[in-house]
């Protein structure tokens, strides 16, 4: 199945005195919130694309957006189309790091940091080694 480029999905943004921007995806029952317009729509975009890049990955059903005009709004509201380019998030989700604990004999963990090594980047550059990745 191919997957989408892009998703377009509405966002209700909510304006309430001295507070953030609340934003909710009607379609998706998620939320999110910014200080100003710009900040709200950033974190609108990227809870967006976290949230279909989850259903893709768990093979749940993506819900048809509702469109633009049909979003019922309240006083101090306003509808936004927010769109997301899932190729750059899925690609981020392949590269996201993940923690792992390593053993080392205290010596070699002393030496190591007495030279500022940044070890994250030694064993990623010995596994690609290891592996044969380049």
């Known amino acids: 199945m191919k997957q989408v480029e892009r998703y377009f999905y509405p966002a209700v943004f909510s304006y309430a005195p001295d507070q ?6 009607p379609d998706l029952d998620v939320a999110t919130s910014g200080t100003d317009d710009t900040d709200a729509l950033l974190s ?3 809870l967006l694309g976290c949230v279909l890049c989850g259903l893709e ?5 993506i819900p048809a957006p ?25 690609l ?3 590269n996201r790091s993940v923690n ?7 010596w070699l963990n002393a ?3 007495e030279r500022n090594v940044n070890f994250s980047q030694v064993l990623q ?10």
């Open 20 to 25: 953030e921007i609340a934003v909710t995806f």
């Open 44 to 46: 609108a975009r990227e």
């Open 57 to 61: 990955e768990d093979g749940e059903d």
């Open 66 to 90: 509702t469109p633009l005009a049909d979003v019922k709004l309240e006083d101090g509201e306003r509808a936004v189309l927010v769109d997301v380019y899932m190729p750059s998030v899925r």
């Open 92 to 94: 981020a989700r392949v």
């Open 100 to 106: 792992r604990t390593v053993t080392l004999p205290a």
């Open 111 to 113: 030496a190591a940091l």
């Open 125 to 134: 550059d010995a596994l690609r080694t290891q592996l044969h990745l380049g």
